[in-house]
């Protein structure tokens, strides 16, 4: 019989500035419920999801941000509802956060995201590799996109986990752009990836319309899904956060590449799908089957090589 897992996704709408930790948890508790109520067993929250998307502003005040926007400890007082609600209802959750820890004397700073068990447990943590935007002030632009200012790159790497009879990966927004990302996940037999994600309407470098971006997002979402064999969920914080606009579009994204129930507005929204697992696993013994198909001694320059080098072409 194939294994099915009925996952969710938990779309938030804006979080501003002057919102608390504790009105975004009661939000989230709001969601989990209506998830439990559609069947869900996992459910997926967004990048970030327990403040605004802050990388937008550039603060000076360092010991501010930090009180402000990111998390000494997950769970704390504030976020704590979120697991108990989830434990009581027996459901798993992959939600995301900034995370603050002191190492060898030393603050560090990391986007990261948690996969937590139905029994309230953290079973995964990943810290964002892919981190977009800008570490220098940019006092003309219109909004901007300080990613590279407040985190380091993660330094976990990408990994999976066996999770409610699934293989499950985690990746955080601008991880999606990158096909690296999920290759190094379904190399790892990834069967399920869980993505949570803030992107702004607009482009920060250069006039692009919206649609377009939209487009991006899905064409993406489809392809890794599809080349990857694995079910991707990816989950939106979207609406107008203090008058910035992020789209929404969440999906659930079929291993064939079939977007299988997306998102309709820009706020709190969840959708929720029937995912058969095996669809996934049996693409990875045929079209993908790795092992059969894989050249990886061509690959090499993936590795080696960071940015473009043009070649000259042969003559
Ligand atoms: N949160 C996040 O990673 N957002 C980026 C915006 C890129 S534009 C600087 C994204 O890839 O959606």
Redesign the pocket.
Known sequence: MARHLKIAAAQLGPLHRADTRASATKRLVGLIREAHAMGAKFVVFP?LAFTT?FPRWWMEDAADVDRRFFEKTMPSAETQPLFDEAKKLGIGFCVGYAELIEEHGRTRHFNTSILVGPDGAIVGKYRKIHL??HAEHKPQAAFQ?L?KKYFEVGDLGFRVWNYLGTITGML???D??WPEAFRVLALQGAEIVALG????TE???YPEPPALRVHHHLIMAQAMAFQNATWLVETAKCGYEDGFRMFGHSVIVAPSGEIAVKSQTEEDEVICFNCDIDLAANLKQTMFNFAAHRRPEHYRMIVDRVGAEVTPANK
């Open positions: 990048e998307f977009p935007g996109h990613e955080i927004c601008n999606r752009r994600f803030n992107t702004p482009n920060l470098h």
